[in-house]
């Protein structure tokens, strides 16, 4: 009877130990937001301070791209408005001297027609005379016309240059490097001196005192998590050695997928799981890519 007691008791303790809670309700992997800077313009590198490791604050610029020939084309189009605008006429000077024939043409057709009034000069005279100051006017009529075409094109001419030194402007801009956001180089791509093409990677730069861990939970744990929720994160260094932080759930999916072969979740018979974030704040010794677990 003893015996069986002592049996019987055993079971009692495996089973107990076989309901043991788990450390944690899901597993996953230590990610930071990571940003690539690629070159925006064709050229030497003139100028680089990129160190692998190295911390940047956003917009501070690390480098430059070769900026002689932008220069140069800015400086060329610059020329080309002052030519512009040399050309530009004076209408005053231009129109004077029709104006002043105009000003005499009328004087004699208003003393024409007093001395035809007066019977003093035939109407032809003040035919003529009224003929003349139409022909006047015409001519004044044309100049300004010319003249104002003649001004409009050069003035789109030097609008049109004004644009291509914007567009210019804009790409000198692009010619200086700097890092978009605050963080922590990871990789860098390229040397001082090398020529680099529009398009080409330089670094990648990750903001790692802000991390999170992606994890993955089944439907029926979904249905106590929230976001904003308060949870506990290990970060798994191997041998049992963890470390606890505090988190927070900063994101999780709207569809579901199917279950990560990496990742263990609660319950691992799950086909479908839903992705979730926890965002970290990191104390310099999570690293990217590590393991780690979450308990909610």
Do not use: H, M
């Given at each position: 009877m003893k015996k069986i007691l002592a049996i019987a008791s055993a079971m009692l303790i495996l089973a107990a130990c076989g309901k043991k809670e788990k450390e944690f309700d899901a597993t996953g992997t230590f990610e930071a937001t990571e940003t690539t800077v690629y070159a925006e313009q064709s050229g030497t590198?003139?100028?680089?301070?990129?160190?692998e490791g190295k911390e940047m604050a956003a917009k501070e610029e690390v480098g430059l791209i070769d900026t002689t020939q932008i220069w140069l084309n800015i400086k060329q189009l610059e020329a080309m408005k002052e030519v512009y605008q040399s050309q530009k006429p004076d209408k005053e000077k231009q129109i004077a001297a029709t104006r002043r024939q105009l000003d005499k043409a009328e004087q004699e057709l208003r003393r024409y027609r007093e001395l035809v009034a007066e019977?003093?000069?035939p109407s032809k005279m003040l035919d003529d005379a009224d003929s003349q100051v139409q022909v006047l006017q015409k001519q004044l009529e044309a100049q300004m016309s010319s003249l104002n075409t003649g001004t409009k094109t050069l003035d789109k001419q030097i609008a049109a240059a004004d644009v291509q030194i914007c567009a210019l402007n804009d790409q000198l801009k692009k010619c200086h490097i700097s890092a978009p956001v605050g963080g922590t180089v990871l990789e860098k791509y390229v040397e001082y001196g090398e020529f680099v093409a529009t398009g080409k990677p330089l670094f990648k730069i990750a903001d790692i005192n802000n991390m999170f861990i992606r994890a993955y939970v089944t439907s029926s744990?979904?249905?106590h998590i929230k976001l904003g929720q308060t949870v506990k994160v290990y970060a798994d260094y191997g041998d049992g050695q963890k470390k606890t932080y505090d988190g927070f759930v900063s994101w999780i999916s709207s569809s579901s997928e199917f279950t990560p072969k990496t990742i263990l979740t609660d319950d691992e018979r799950?086909?479908?799981v839903y992705a979730i974030r926890v965002a970290v704040k990191n104390d310099g010794y999570i690293k990217i890519g590590m393991y780690g677990e979450v308990k909610f």
């Open positions: 590198l003139v100028s680089w301070n990129v160190v019977g003093a000069a744990q979904l249905q799950a086909d479908l």
